[in-house]
């Protein structure tokens, strides 16, 4: 009996063990191995306008919880073979350093784009990891400071991580968090406005109103419309500089008095403000009434992230933009140029709700705060 006895014990001893939270074990130590380059891949000389193809992080989760790196068309010069590339974690914060330890001496006159790949980790699943990536030139003496590029984004690490990183667009400067005043005001559209020449004329029983040369109302008075401008689509065609990327869509309805609404849209964006109304008496047009911006050929393409447009909203209204009641999208709005309004691409962030309105529009090219419209009822603050 004392032999089983004795085993119950030591059994029941080794299940204690076993059971016992050990807090003292550390913190795994992220590191970094497993660095390769492919060598210069193209190269342009110094001062090129096109000395980049583009760089960009493609970012894999491998096994043991690591994370690939590789960083494509890493710029450097055309001279550099020997790479130092480190990593310092502190937390959920991950610096990388990559360096081209070329010496200065050596040093051609002509830049090079390389793919730099390596490993760094283990990394938590389901932790979200703020990542710095610096490239540049190590220091060859202490007095020496390096040309540095720095992208900074933020992964949440799982199992199945498979994501590009285009610095443009997926990284965002710390100062476009900080905006706390637009660039522009209500009062600096008013300037350009009152800057505006405006003509009214009377063509027969017409009174037609130009700004800057573009009709933005005609009223036929008590006349029917000509039969030209029965229709919008004809008024359209007359009277609007319109190009193969802009399309007036229909919108809506009232039927006292009876109106019908189109709005302006470039290569499938809305154009801010650019609306047309269309009053109708017996079936005919009696009055039109809109404002056309024209929109010059504009890039449609954003260089800030949807993601981080929004970042940059909510840390200047401190709230949400996701919500009942709020939207948030990519649009076209002119703004103040000298003496014109000239168009943007901008993210607009709407917050319409029992007669509150809060509107707040960012540079999709910039990140800029570009302006901030709010309005209770009839009172207007900007």
């Known amino acids: 009996m004392k032999k089983y006895r004795l085993l119950w014990i030591v059994c029941g001893l080794l299940v ?7 807090t ?19 190269y342009t000389r110094a001062g090129s306008t096109n000395d980049t193809d583009g760089s960009y992080f493609e970012l894999t989760a491998i096994g043991d919880n690591m994370l690939y790196v590789k960083h494509v068309n890493a710029m450097f010069n055309c001279a550099s073979d020997k790479f130092e590339v480190n990593v310092d974690a502190d937390g959920n914060s991950i610096i990388i350093t990559e360096y081209d330890k070329l010496n200065p001496e050596y040093a051609m006159a002509c830049m090079c784009a390389f793919d ?25 003496d202490p007095d020496m400071i390096p040309a540095n590029e720095e992208v900074i984004f ?64 005609i009223d036929y008075g008590q006349q029917p419309s000509p039969a030209a401008h029965q229709s919008p689509e004809a008024f359209f065609d007359e009277y609007l500089p319109l190009t193969n990327d802009d399309e007036m869509v229909r919108d809506t309805e009232w039927n006292n008095p009876p109106v019908i609404s189109y709005r302006h849209f470039y290569k499938g964006l809305h154009v801010e403000k650019s609306n047309w109304g269309f009053y109708y008496n017996d079936n005919r047009i009696y009055r039109v009434v ?18 981080n447009a929004k970042k940059i909203v909510e840390n200047y209204i401190k709230e949400s933009v996701e919500g009942k009641d709020k939207c948030f999208y990519l649009a076209i709005m002119s703004f103040p140029a000298v003496t014109t309004l000239l168009p943007r691409l901008v993210y607009v962030y709407k917050h319409d709700l029992w007669g509150e309105h809060n509107y707040v529009y960012v540079d999709a090219k910039t990140g800029r705060l570009l302006y901030h419209l709010q309005y209770h009822g009839d009172k207007l603050y900007y």
């Open 154 to 217: 933020e992964i949440v690490y799982t199992s199945d991580l498979s994501k590009t990183i285009v610095p443009s667009q997926d990284t965002i400067d710390p100062a476009l968090l900080e905006q706390t005043t637009p660039e522009f005001t209500y009062s600096d559209f008013d300037v350009i406005e009152n800057q505006y020449e405006v003509t009214t004329s009377v063509n027969g029983t017409w009174t037609i109103k130009k700004v800057n040369g573009m009709i933005t109302s």
């Open 116 to 140: 730099l790949g390596y490993e760094i980790g283990p990394l938590d699943d389901g932790k979200t990891y703020t990542i710095k990536v610096v490239t540049g030139s190590a220091p060859q």
């Open 24 to 42: 003292d074990n550390p913190a795994r130590k992220i590191e970094l191995k497993n660095f390769s380059n492919t060598g210069c891949k193209s």
């Open 16 to 22: 204690l063990a076993g059971c016992t939270d050990n």
């Open 290 to 307: 809109g404002f056309f911006y024209p929109t010059n050929h504009l890039d449609v393409i954003p260089a800030i992230s949807e993601e």
